[in-house]
């Protein structure tokens, strides 16, 4: 398990649409929490 704590962090950069595709390069294809979390993050940016 990843630790998104870590990745939410790492991805609070200032263009969210790069954060979120930063964000999903770093996801395992198959893991759908992680790119899960990534979409929550660009949501939170959005605000």
């Not at 630790?3 to 395992?28: A, G, H, L, V």
Request: with cysteine; net charge negative.
């Amino acid at each position: 398990m990843k630790n998104y704590d870590f990745q939410e962090n790492q991805f609070q950069i200032y263009d969210p649409i790069e954060s979120y595709f930063e964000c999903i390069t770093t996801c395992d294809i198959k893991d759908g929490r992680c790119i899960s979390r990534c979409v929550e993050i660009l949501k939170q940016n959005d605000n």
